[in-house]
C-alpha cells in the first residue's frame, strides 16, 4: 500500500512539476503582487505592503467602467444566448432531413477565428465612407435612422458586442445540447406519448429536466467564459478599448500590464484578484441553485 | 374490453432500396375476449413486441386493423385508444418522485375530464394501493429496487384507468425470485381490475404460468394460439414443441413405417396409440369458424399457412416417411424390456424425481433429458438405460415442414 502511493505520486510527479510552475508558482505570485504598493518592475521592490492597490482600481473610472461592461455583457449574453442555444438543439433534434448540414452550419462559427468574426461584423455593423454597413442599410430600408453601431452611442457598442459574443458563443452550446437531447430515452418520450402528454408538457416536463445537468453546466462555463470576455470587443473595437468606452475587466488587466499606460502589475493582479473573486462567488451561487433542480 | 386484431402485418422498409424490407409481423389475426390476461410468446426477434406496439398505437400497422369492442383504433393517435403501456425499462420518470409519476397522465387531461389536484392525488394512492406501494409515495425511482420500481411503472399504466393494459417484457429486468413474486402480483392486479391484458416476454415458463391464452410467434408468425396446457399437450409444429417445457422436448430422427414410429431401428411407438393431429380437421373448422368458436371452450386453436399433411397423404405414403419424433422429458418411463435403449451419461437427483441425463446416436442435440421418478431406481452403473414412452407424450413432425402428423 505504502509502496504504491510512493508510485502514484511518482506517476504524478510530470504533471505535478508543470502544474506548480505555470499554474500555483503564478497563482501564488499574483496574490503577493496585488498587495505590494508601489511595484517596481526595474528594480523589483516595492514600498510596502497592503490593500492600497484595491482601493486605487476601485476609485479608477475606467475599471469601474469596465465592471460595468462585464456585468452588463454577462447579463445579457449569458440568458439569450443558452436559452437561444436550447430553442436551436430542439429544433435540430426534432427534424431529420438537413440535420447535419444545420448542425455543421450551425457549428461553424466555432471553428472560425474571433477576428475574422470581426471582419464580418464590421461589414454588418461599421460606416465607413463608402457604405454605412449592412445593417444599416436594412434600417434605412425600413426607413429607421442611421446607427454608428462602431463608434456612436453605448447602448449601440453594448449591442453589437452582446450580439457578437452570443453569435460566437452558441455553437459550442447547441453542440453540447443537441448531444445531450439525443440521450435522453425515446422510451419517456413513447411513455409520454401513450399518456397523451401535450408536447409543451413535453418539454418542461421531461425534456428539461432531463437535460439539467448539461444546461447548467453550460450556464456555469458560460458565466466564466462571459466575465472573462477580452477578445470579442478588440475584435469589434480595436485595442483602445478605453477610449471607446468598451473595456471589459481583463482588458483592464491587459491594459495595466502592457498597454500604453502599462508597467502596472500590482494593480493588475489587484485586477485579476478581484475577477477571480467574482468569478468565484457567481459559479458558487450557481452550484447552490443548480443543486436545488439537479436530481441526478 | 374485447380486443380484435385483424389480419395484422407490420412490414418495415429495407435500410437501401436494394435491402429486402422486413416482415416483423405477418397476418396476426386473433380476438382477445374482455378481460383476459394474453401472453405474447416467442424468441426475440419474432415479432411480438412489434404487435404490442402496434396495439398501443406507436407503430403504425402496414395492413390490417385493431379493434377494441368494435371502435376500429387502427388510425387513432395511442393517447385516443385509452390504452397503459408499461415499458420494458419501465420508463419512469427519474426527477419525479413516485407519486408525480403516477399522477403524471392524469395531468394531462384536458377540458371535462381535467382533475383538481386533490382529485388526482386521490387516484394516484388508488393505483399505489393496488400495487402495494402507497408507503413509498414520497421516493424517486432511484431510491427503489426493482421490483419496485415495476410496480410503480403499473402503477402510472393503470391510474388513467386504461381500457387495455399492456406490458413489454415485464418481468425480464427483475431477478429470479422477484419474477416469481411479481407474476403473481401482476395476476393478482389483473385479476382485481378484470382489465384486458396482453404482455409480452421471452420466457415461456412466465407466459404459461399466468397467461389465460398464450400465442406463440417465431418470425413474425403466428404459430399458435391457446390455453396454455392445451399448447403444451396438443403442439402444432417442431417449433411450438421445442419452445414450451423446461426442460425441453427431446428430438429424435426417426421414420414412419408402415404404422410405426421408428427410432434407430428400435420400433418405439405404435401410431395407433397416437391420435392424429387435430389440425387435420383444419379446413373443416375454417369452414364453419363460428360453430367452432362457440363450440371450442378449450380456446381457439390457430394454425398459420393451413395444414398440408394429413391422415391420407400419410396412409399413402405408408412405407417410410422420415420424421422427427419428438418425446417431452415426462414421457418416458423405465423398462428393462424398453424399445428406445439410450446410453446412460448420468443421473441428477431433483428430490421428487429426478433427471436422467443420456445420449442416443439419433438425438438431436446433445444429451437426453428425461424425468423419472425417483422410486423406480436408476442404477447409474449400468452402462445404458431402456425406456418406454407414455401415451401422450410422444409427437411426430413432418421433417421437411415440422407440421406435427401424430401425438398427444
Redesign the interface.
Known amino acids: 500500500m505504502e509502496d504504491n502511493n510512493r508510485k502514484a505520486w511518482l506517476y504524478l510527479l510530470p504533471a505535478g512539476i508543470l502544474l506548480a510552475v505555470f499554474m500555483i508558482y503564478p497563482l501564488i505570485d499574483v496574490f503577493i503582487y496585488s498587495v505590494e504598493e508601489g511595484y517596481n518592475f526595474a528594480s523589483q521592490t516595492s514600498k510596502g505592503t497592503g490593500l492600497f492597490n484595491f482601493n486605487y482600481i476601485l476609485h479608477d473610472p475606467y475599471f469601474l467602467q469596465a465592471v460595468r461592461n462585464t456585468a452588463l455583457c454577462v447579463a445579457i449574453t449569458v440568458p439569450i444566448s443558452t436559452g437561444l442555444s436550447l430553442l436551436i438543439a430542439f429544433g435540430l433534434s426534432s427534424i431529420k432531413p438537413l440535420r447535419k448540414l444545420y448542425q455543421t452550419i450551425y457549428f461553424l462559427p466555432y471553428v472560425t477565428n474571433t477576428l475574422a468574426v470581426g471582419l464580418v461584423f464590421m461589414i454588418l455593423f461599421k460606416k465607413t465612407p463608402y457604405t454605412d454597413g449592412v445593417v444599416n442599410l436594412l434600417l434605412h430600408f425600413f426607413h429607421g435612422p442611421s446607427i454608428d453601431f462602431i463608434d456612436g452611442p453605448y447602448w449601440a457598442k453594448m449591442m453589437v458586442l452582446c450580439i457578437y459574443v452570443i453569435w460566437i458563443v452558441m455553437p459550442f452550446k447547441i453542440l453540447i445540447l443537441t448531444s445531450a437531447l439525443a440521450s435522453v430515452d425515446q422510451n419517456y418520450y413513447n411513455a409520454a406519448k401513450v399518456d397523451g402528454t401535450r408536447s409543451w408538457r413535453i418539454f418542461w416536463r421531461i425534456t428539461l429536466p432531463m437535460i439539467s445537468p448539461t444546461v447548467f453546466y453550460l450556464i456555469i462555463t458560460g458565466f466564466i467564459g462571459a466575465f472573462k470576455e477580452y477578445s470579442d470587443a478588440v475584435a469589434l473595437f480595436g485595442t483602445d478599448l478605453n477610449e471607446a468606452k468598451m473595456n471589459t475587466i481583463v482588458g483592464y488587466i491587459y491594459d495595466m500590464l502592457y498597454g500604453d499606460a502599462g508597467g502596472y502589475p500590482s494593480y493588475a493582479s489587484a485586477a485579476a484578484i478581484l475577477l477571480f473573486a467574482i468569478i468565484l462567488t457567481i459559479t458558487v451561487i450557481n452550484l447552490l441553485v443548480s443543486r436545488r433542480h439537479v436530481h441526478y | 374490453m374485447k380486443v380484435t386484431i385483424k389480419d395484422l402485418t407490420k412490414r418495415f422498409p429495407g435500410r437501401t432500396r436494394k435491402d429486402p424490407e422486413t416482415i416483423a409481423v405477418n397476418d396476426f389475426d386473433f380476438e382477445i375476449p374482455s378481460g383476459e390476461l394474453v401472453g405474447l410468446l416467442g424468441p426475440s426477434g419474432c415479432g411480438k413486441s412489434t404487435t404490442l406496439l402496434m396495439i398501443?398505437?406507436?407503430l403504425k400497422p402496414t395492413e390490417g386493423r385493431i379493434l377494441f369492442d368494435e371502435e376500429d383504433v387502427t388510425d387513432v393517435p395511442?393517447?385516443?385508444r385509452g390504452?397503459?403501456?408499461v415499458?420494458q425499462?419501465y420508463?419512469l420518470?427519474?426527477?419525479m418522485t413516485v407519486e408525480q409519476n403516477i399522477m403524471?397522465?392524469l395531468?394531462?387531461?384536458r377540458g371535462k375530464d381535467k382533475l383538481s389536484k386533490e382529485e388526482m392525488k386521490s387516484r394516484a394512492l388508488e393505483a399505489a394501493k393496488l400495487v402495494q406501494i402507497d408507503a413509498l409515495m414520497d421516493r424517486?425511482p432511484?431510491e427503489l429496487s426493482g421490483g419496485q420500481q415495476q410496480r410503480v411503472a403499473i402503477a402510472?399504466a393503470l391510474v388513467?384507468m386504461p381500457r387495455v393494459l399492456l406490458m413489454d417484457e415485464p418481468l425480464s429486468n427483475l431477478d429470479a425470485r422477484l419474477r416469481l413474486q411479481t407474476r403473481v402480483e401482476i395476476r393478482r392486479i389483473q385479476r382485481e381490475t378484470g382489465i384486458t391484458t396482453i404482455f409480452v416476454t421471452h420466457d415461456q415458463e412466465e407466459a404459461m404460468s399466468i397467461s389465460d391464452t398464450i400465442v406463440v410467434m417465431e418470425a413474425g408468425v403466428v404459430q399458435q394460439i391457446g390455453r396454455p396446457q392445451d399448447v403444451y399437450d396438443d403442439p402444432h409444429n417442431l417449433f411450438v414443441a421445442k419452445f414450451l417445457g423446461t426442460p425441453p422436448i427431446n428430438v429424435f430422427e426417426g421414420r414412419l413405417q408402415d404404422g410405426k414410429i421408428l427410432i434407430g431401428d428400435a420400433e418405439v411407438f405404435d401410431v395407433q396409440d397416437l391420435a392424429p393431429d387435430p389440425a387435420v380437421d383444419f379446413f373443416r373448422t375454417q369452414a364453419g369458424s363460428k360453430e367452432k368458436a362457440s363450440a371450442d371452450a378449450a380456446g381457439p386453436i390457430y394454425r398459420p399457412g393451413g395444414v398440408k399433411t394429413g391422415p391420407g397423404r400419410l396412409a399413402k405414403e405408408a412405407g417410410n416417411i422420415p420424421v422427427w419424433v419428438g418425446i417431452r422429458p415426462e414421457g418416458f418411463y423405465m423398462d428393462d424390456n424398453g424399445p428406445l435403449t439410450c446410453t446412460l451419461k448420468g443421473v441428477e437427483v431433483m428430490g421428487r424425481d429426478v433427471t436422467v441425463v443420456s445420449t442416443h446416436p439419433a438425438f438431436q442435440g446433445e444429451t437426453i433429458r428425461t424425468i423419472i421418478d425417483a422410486k423406480s431406481g436408476v442404477d447409474p452403473s449400468k452402462g445404458e438405460v431402456r425406456y418406454r414412452l407414455r401415451q401422450g407424450k410422444v409427437f411426430v413432425f413432418d421433417q421437411s415442414s415440422g407440421e406435427r402428423l401424430y401425438g398427444a
Open positions: 398501443c398505437g406507436l395511442p393517447e385516443e390504452v397503459g403501456l415499458f425499462n420508463a420518470y427519474p426527477h403524471f397522465p395531468g394531462n387531461l424517486r432511484k402510472r388513467k
